[in-house]
């Protein structure tokens, strides 16, 4: 098949007056052991996608959610979350503004080269403290 052909398919299989909700999967679908809700099924089938999302990404859409009951424990719980995870939840908590010395300093790795935490209400105290924790930081965007 041509590469005109394909991107022509492609474009016809688009459905432009599709309804995002319809894509989105009730909470109660979330939690059914087959995750088979019909709404979801013809979503995967219109976007061309056959599998699920991974179990880390709903785990991490959960903690997202729910992160401002979390933020209290962040500093018993973060030890057993590898360091990708702990920088995700910190990019998460950076977009819905809760990154704040609470929420940092806990989820600091000695791993990490770079971090984001422009806009955020980290302190200078609390970027010394992750200073400490991250020896092998290269880069810190600290802007806003």
């Given at each position: ?30 939690f059914s052991p087959t995750l088979q809700s019909p709404g979801l099924l013809s ?57 704040c010395d609470e929420v940092i300093i806990p989820l600091a790795d000695t791993s990490?080269?770079?971090l984001d935490i422009s806009g955020s209400e980290v302190t200078d105290s609390g ?18």
């Amino acid at each position: 098949m041509g590469k005109g052909k394909e991107i022509t398919t492609s474009l016809k299989k688009l459905d432009l007056n599709s309804n995002f909700m319809a894509c989105t999967p009730s909470k109660s679908s979330l939690f059914s052991p087959t995750l088979q809700s019909p709404g979801l099924l013809s979503c995967r089938r219109r976007l061309g996608k056959s599998k699920p999302p991974s179990l880390v990404s709903l785990c991490l859409g959960v903690i997202g959610k729910n992160l401002q009951e979390i933020i209290a424990h962040l500093s018993d719980i973060s030890i057993a979350f590898p360091p990708h995870i702990r920088i995700t939840i910190a990019a998460i908590a950076r977009r819905r503004k809760m990154l704040c010395d609470e929420v940092i300093i806990p989820l600091a790795d000695t791993s990490w080269e770079i971090l984001d935490i422009s806009g955020s209400e980290v302190t200078d105290s609390g970027l010394i403290e992750v200073a400490k924790t991250c020896k092998f930081l290269q880069a810190i965007d600290i802007r806003y």
